[in-house]
């Protein structure tokens, strides 16, 4: 299986580079970056929000064209009884900031593309597998993702009124999807907690975003080492 795990950011694929230090630079344009660990698995730096992460999800599938695609990195817990560092893997990928309710659309939706992409169960049952028996602590849900950074309480407030089943918030993995979904190469979303939404989220994510991306990366690698043995 050729699988492409990326992340926005460099410090939340430093523990990947760390842990495959065999990686070479393969192609770079704009703020993305593909790395080769072997031909069967690639990082990934996809540059921060949608726009970036499209444009990333475009190229990958061009270029990589892989099996799975991995999105990791930090994510921001809408849950104050997840502890900072736990994973979080979404079972679903939705905006949480894109309205089109006035042409009868649902909260979140494109015009003319799906309400929402759903992670296959196979693959939900697999995840929820591995991490137990790799022993990380993991929640699965809802993940939205958003241009946004949450530490506005309004806005939060908002979304959650909207999303009752909502567990985080991230600003890449939907954008993902969307473009992988026409590709039909299936996404994943592991994610460490870097934070906890709110007014003291960007100080909390600042000390924090190092033990989210580590935790992020033994959840990957549980995962990429399962299935590259399978």
Not at 65 to 82: A, E, Y
Request: proline share 4%; charged share 20%; hydrophobic share 45%.
């Amino acid at each position: 299986m050729k699988i492409a795990i990326v992340a926005a950011m460099a410090e939340e694929l430093a523990p990947f580079r760390e842990g495959y230090p065999s990686s070479k630079l393969i192609w770079s344009k704009g703020k993305t970056k593909i790395e080769e660990v072997t031909n069967q698995l690639f990082l990934v730096e996809s540059g921060i929000g949608k726009a970036n992460a499209s444009a990333t999800g475009a190229w990958l599938c061009e270029r990589i064209q892989p099996d799975l695609i991995i999105n990791t990195g930090s994510t921001g817990s809408f849950r104050s009884d997840f502890s900072l560092g736990d994973v979080i893997y979404s079972n679903q990928f939705l905006y949480s900031d894109v309205d089109a309710t006035g042409f009868n659309y649902d909260f979140g939706q494109v015009p003319q593309m799906p309400s929402c992409y759903p992670v296959a169960k196979e693959l939900l049952e697999t995840i929820d597998k591995v991490l137990k028996a790799a022993k990380i602590p993991a929640h699965q849900g809802m993940i939205v993702t958003s241009d946004s950074f949450m530490s506005d309480e309004a806005s939060i407030a908002t979304i959650r009124q909207r999303f009752p089943e909502i567990v985080a918030s991230d600003m890449e993995s939907c954008a993902l999807a969307q473009i992988a979904y026409f590709y039909e190469i299936p996404v994943l979303n592991l994610r460490g907690i870097s934070d906890h939404v709110g007014d003291d989220a960007a100080l909390t994510f600042d000390n924090t975003i190092d033990l989210a991306a580590e935790q992020a990366f033994k959840a990957v690698k549980a995962l990429v080492d399962y299935w590259q043995k399978v």
